[in-house]
């Protein structure tokens, strides 16, 4: 029953992903904003909705410190796994915006979230900063690409008739909370079942949450990016994990700390904390040098994030 639940769940997802891809570039369209932008936003958002759902639950539970472990596991998959899996189907050539704007944000994020957390706490005055930071980046993301989006309509004369844009419109939000439904759903099912069958081989809680749960909880990221990819909407596949990254940060960390305040242990800032920061740093040669993201690139940075499961392992047993 579990491969079945396994065999479901990737379907599921895959479906989900394809879905997603298809009404975030409906959206894109309709409401004049780039793809990047609706990756950075509506996608980022959409897919990384069940962390901010496991986050709450844990605070508000009496275990606010999973909500830790949650977003730094999540942000080291999304750069090293999902990033470099998606290259490795189909190699990104970056924004400019990536480059300039979203990544250097994304960078202040994560080094923002050490920052608050070196006193082992992220208190609720912080998480209103978070929170705070979020939507004047959010606002200025839409503002901006609509003015930039509506220029470049202009030149090209373009124009969509008011049905038109009505039945678009509606067929694009469809296809957009289908695939989050699929999404959640999938994997949802996909790490039940890979939960089960691990067990079967009598691998130890710990190793299947640094291992199985790891990857499945980054399923979502990991589907909507490669099916953006496969597409060849490479912009809302960057600007998905771009934005997962900040959206962990600013949002699910955020508003959970503002429900109660997220203890940080000393073991976390003295290994996964640094773990997240190197990642998130190794990203700066791959994403700067050179003209694309290649093969090459993404075989380093899924080299990285088996490097970090064998150590986590290593040290679980000891």
Do not use: C
């Not at 997603?20 to 980022?44: D, E, M, N, Y």
């Not at 957009?176 to 039940?192: A, E, H, I, Q, T």
Request: no cysteine; net charge neutral.
């Amino acid at each position: 029953m579990e491969y079945l639940w396994l065999l479901l769940g990737l379907i599921v997802l895959i479906i989900g992903g394809e879905f997603l891809v298809r009404g975030a570039v409906g959206i894109a369209t309709i409401f004049k904003i780039s793809p990047l932008v609706v990756g950075l936003t509506v996608v980022s958002f959409g897919t990384s909705a069940p962390e901010l759902l496991v986050s709450l639950q844990s605070a508000l539970n009496g275990n606010p410190g999973i909500a830790i472990g949650n977003v730094i596991g999540s942000n080291i998959a999304n750069l090293a796994l999902v990033l470099g899996v998606t290259v490795l189907i189909f190699p990104i050539i970056a924004e400019k915006q990536t480059k300039v704007i979203d990544f250097p944000f994304m960078i202040f994020a994560t080094l923002l979230f050490y920052l608050f957390a070196l006193d082992n706490v992220i208190a609720l005055w912080e998480g209103v900063v978070f929170v705070s930071i979020l939507i004047s980046y959010t606002t200025y993301l839409v503002v901006n690409s609509r003015k930039k989006e509506k220029i470049k309509l202009a030149n090209l004369d373009l124009e969509i008739s008011p049905d038109e844009n009505k039945d678009t419109k509606l067929m694009s939000i469809i296809f957009l909370l289908g695939g989050f439904v699929g999404l959640y759903f999938g994997s949802d099912w996909f790490v039940s079942g890979a939960i089960d069958i691990a067990k079967t081989f009598h691998l130890s809680d710990s190793v299947i949450g640094v291992t199985v749960v790891a990857i499945g909880t980054s399923a979502p990221e990991l589907v909507a990016s490669t099916m953006a990819a496969m597409r060849k909407q490479t912009d809302i596949s960057v600007g998905n994990l771009v934005g997962s990254n900040i959206f962990n940060v600013f949002a699910v960390l955020g508003i959970t700390s503002i429900a109660k305040p997220i203890g940080v242990s000393d073991a976390v800032l003295s290994f996964d904390m640094y773990w997240m920061l190197a990642i998130s740093l190794l990203l700066v040669p791959i994403l700067y040098f050179g003209s694309k993201i290649g093969r090459l690139k993404g075989a380093i940075l899924i080299s990285s994030y088996l490097i970090y499961i064998v150590v986590i392992v290593f040290r679980t047993m000891g």
